[in-house]
């Protein structure tokens, strides 16, 4: 064995999907020294998290954790705790990670009815109020807010009215809006809404904020079976996160530290400049692209602030721009998924990532790769669009 020394890890910048930039403040805290996860200290650190928590997610809810996991540890927790075997359950799928729910759910024994949308639209409320009227039993509805496949935001306001009215509890996916734009956990009462620490937390990868309000945790209470799974049972984890300190599993403490820091970079901020930080930059980027000549996906109404998706131009090597973004630029952004692969690139201005700097930098990056194959980006045009937006 040929070991390394030492390790290789070039600075990149991140614009893809996830993750995202990460402040040194936040490498700082992940390299503090490590605590019990029952120690004094680490637990009034975990209480600090909570707070720091119910402020991004804007909610007074007392069932709010950061489960250990991805994000995807976030999506599999409300699945788990809100679905019981045979519970039929509407999912509203318009891109890979609705999809992805929609697989969950059914690995918790659900029976799942789907409604969608073409790739770079919204999801209908409309077709949402139908699929509750002609499924009265469902109990459930689940909903991604903001589709990082695709770059769409999907309005929730009368998704979670109609849901609420027939009685059903409404999840949320807020993996790429949680701290880049408003996610309105209290204002609608969204029941159960999940996040993860690599996106617009702008934090390294490996917890995922969960939040649940008063009538999921009822819900949870009240289930007639257990939770399909041990290690990511909301009944345990909020004994643990709670008063009593209950010992489940041992808590990545360092990542709590990481998040910690993470979201007092936020409060100090404060949420609402960040979430105008966010989309004022993410016009800017739309100006730029559009007067550097290639077209986007999704309609100026329902684009995300933090994730942008471009349609590869005819004749253009998708593949190749990707990799001499990174070879000549040190630069990552994202390729399609699913439906969409090899027809976009997305562009993630998530967290401390979405600047200026950066949004330059990447136009007259992106700009040269395409000139090389021979598409007639106006770099300049685009250069003037961002500074005519910025000022
Ligand atoms: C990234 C993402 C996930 C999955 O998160 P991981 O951290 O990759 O597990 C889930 N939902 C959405 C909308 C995402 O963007």
Known sequence: MKL???????????????????????????????????????????????DLLRYVFQTKNELTVAMSGTGSAGMETACVNMIERGDKVIICTHGVFGTRMVDVAERCGAEVVTVSAPMGKPIDPEDVAKAIKNNPDAKVVGIVHAETSTGVLQPLDDIAKATHEAGMF???????SLGGMEVPVDRLGLDMVYSGTQKCLACPPGLAPVTAGPRAVERIKNRKQKVQSWYLDLTMIMRYWGQERFYHHTAPVNMVYGLNEA??????????????????????????????????????????????????????????????????????????????????????????????????FFLAAFGNVLRKQGFAADIGGALEAVEKKLS
């Open 4 to 50: 390394e020394k030492p390790r290789n890890v070039p600075e990149k910048l991140l614009l893809g999907p996830g993750p995202t930039p990460v402040e040194s403040r936040v490498l700082r805290a992940l390299s503090e020294p490590t605590l019990g996860h029952l120690d004094k200290n680490f637990v009034a650190i975990m209480d600090e998290t909570r």
């Open 263 to 360: 979201l007092k970079i936020i409060a100090e901020e404060g949420l609402e400049n960040r979430w105008q930080r966010h989309r004022r930059n993410a016009e800017a980027l739309w100006d730029g692209l559009e007067a550097l000549g290639v077209k986007l996906l999704v309609d100026k109404e329902y684009r995300l602030p933090s994730l942008t998706s471009i349609v590869v131009p005819e004749g253009v090597d998708e593949a190749a721009v990707r990799k001499d973004l990174m070879s000549e630029y040190a630069i990552e952004i994202g390729s399609g998924l699913g439906e969409l692969k090899g027809k976009i690139l997305r562009v993630g201005l998530m967290g401390s990532g979405s600047n200026k700097e950066n949004m330059v």
């Open 170 to 176: 409404v999840l949320v996916d807020a993996v790429t």
